[in-house]
């Protein structure tokens, strides 16, 4: 494993690559790996060679009452992780690097980033999309992998591709959970034994609508309503969205009649998490992944 800490280096990585007509593929990440990172990289790996993997932090995506400063950073760790895995390159940008003086330039994608969790970390997806055409500039990779458990994120990402005529092809990855279902995230290390039982009520929110889905329920309103119930009764979580919005506009849906997203967030003690199920419309019912 290579690992690359400047732009000019790992452009002229990535150009090597291309002109030995290798597929080339890109997971981002904000480093504190975990197995959800791992998962998108055993995908890269069995599709893409050479796979960069990029370790950046990125200041534009957090706001000011954000936790930037006590983000994780154990880069040894994931370091090792990651030659362990067996990728070919790992590029690990400085903020200065990625953003030198007098840089000006922002990416927001109109319609998609002011709502859900644009809502309530406003500027977020503004960051996110100026990083992630940063990093399709300079790596340049035929398939980039994301993970399903950011969804809005990645439908975000998607429409820029589709808006600007890039070239990566986005591949979206199932969420990878905890064996009592908790969606794996960096942010789980920030919560104490009884904040971490108490956040698998999320997944056991999306479970019921599922069984309610595949009981006949068809009314958002009643299904919201549920859900919402049975993240209020969990002690010490307190619920910040629940909604029910189609997967292309993520605008919210009356009853299910598409393919929709039902998305939740929520602080557990001081820490915020998401999750969400993918409801898929099929010829005669409906299909709920979480």
Known sequence: METIHTVAWMKQGAREARAQERILGLVPTMGALHEGHLSLIREAKKRCSPVVVSIFINPKQFGPSEDLAKYPRPIERDRAMLEEIGIDYLFAPSAEEMYPAGFRTTVVVEGLSDRLEGRSRPGHFRGVATVVLKL???V??????FGRKDAQQVRIIRQMVHDLELDPEIVVCPIARE?????????????NAAERQAATVLRRSLE???EEVA??????????????????RQAGVRLDYAEIVDAETFEPVI???KNCYV???????ATRLIDNALIEEEPTSFRVTI
């Open 136 to 138: 399709f500039e300079i």
């Open 140 to 145: 340049q990779p035929r398939l980039s992998f």
């Open 179 to 191: 064996p009592d279902g908790l969606a794996i995230s960096s942010r789980n290390v920030y919560l």
């Open 208 to 210: 019921g609508v599922r």
């Open 215 to 232: 009981g006949g329920e068809r009314n958002v309103s009643r299904l919201l309503g549920n859900l919402s119930e049975v993240i209020k």
């Open 255 to 257: 009853s299910l009649c």
């Open 263 to 269: 998305l939740v967030a929520a602080l557990v003690g």
